[in-house]
């Protein structure tokens, strides 16, 4: 919950860089999700090959219906959203449960957005060693009946490392990845392998040690997002 329509600088520098950047190529992605009050607006002003507006959350239903003050993927479609992050750890501890991210994915592909699917365990359940079984669960739960597996992108954020500086060692998060993507394959009985990011306290010092592992797709960028250097950093630091 980030921003107004002054803060298209910060996209503006980043479309800037992308530009003028030798390190980018074809396959280079950036996506920004951006609160529902900006979607619109920034679509209007953006022009770039490199960089797309995802929203950060929505409404379950479909179609439109008595629900006073959301919003559905089919709105956030029409203001210009390609992508959207479904289940965030913050929207979890909110209440939303993994029946109900299902709905959401449904919904959101029913209206062809992108899906960027949060998972992640607490601290308890990292101490009581059920990463693996906490991760299986919200992966079989929430893409249940979900048949478009191809606009689905994973994004794993351990709770315990958002905002907190604090984040898995190498060799953890490898084996992490290896298994998000193994798993999803047996769950969905897909040879499909996914698309998998890594979130929580991402900057510009420790991006490339996590560039290092092979496994890894890409990153889900919070506050270092709110600060087109800090981003621009991450970028560079990634492509040395």
């Given at each position: 919950?980030?921003?107004?329509?002054?803060?298209?600088?910060?996209?503006?520098d980043i479309n800037q860089f992308s530009y003028k950047s030798k390190k980018l190529n074809k396959n280079s992605k950036i996506i920004i999700c951006v609160p529902n009050t900006l979607i619109y607006y920034f679509n209007k002003k953006l022009s770039s090959k490199?960089?797309?507006?995802?929203?950060?959350?929505?409404?379950?239903?479909?179609?439109?219906?008595?629900?006073?003050?959301?919003?559905?993927s089919s709105m956030l479609k029409k203001a210009g959203a390609k992508y959207i992050i479904l289940g965030?750890?913050?929207?979890?501890?909110?209440?939303?449960?993994?029946?109900?991210?299902?709905?959401?994915?449904?919904?959101?592909?029913?209206?062809?957005?992108?899906?960027?699917f949060c998972i992640g365990e607490t601290i308890s359940e990292k101490r009581n060693n059920k990463t693996f079984i906490v991760?299986?669960?919200?992966?079989?739960?929430?893409?249940?009946?979900?048949?478009?597996?191809?606009?689905?992108i994973i994004a794993y954020e351990p709770v315990w490392s958002i905002g907190t500086n604090k984040t898995p060692k190498t060799e953890?998060?490898?084996?992490?990845?290896?298994f998000i993507k193994s798993e999803f394959k047996i769950l969905l009985?897909?040879?499909?392998?996914?698309?998998?990011?890594?979130g929580g306290s991402v900057?510009?010092?420790?991006?490339?040690?996590?560039?290092?592992?092979s496994l890894l797709d890409g990153f889900?960028?919070?506050?270092?997002?709110?600060?087109?250097?800090k981003f621009i950093d991450i970028v560079k630091n990634y492509y040395k």
């Open positions: 919950m980030f921003g107004d329509f002054k803060d298209f600088k910060i996209i503006n490199f960089i797309s507006l995802g929203a950060q959350n929505c409404h379950y239903s479909i179609q439109y219906g008595p629900f006073t003050g959301s919003v559905n965030h750890s913050e929207n979890r501890f909110e209440g939303e449960s993994n029946d109900l991210i299902n709905k959401k994915i449904i919904s959101s592909h029913a209206h062809n957005l992108n899906v960027i991760l299986r669960n919200q992966i079989k739960e929430s893409i249940k009946k979900v048949k478009e597996l191809n606009k689905i953890e998060l490898t084996k992490t990845i290896k009985n897909t040879k499909k392998t996914p698309i998998v990011l890594y900057n510009y010092k420790n991006i490339s040690l996590f560039s290092s592992i889900l960028i919070g506050g270092a997002s709110q600060s087109s250097k």
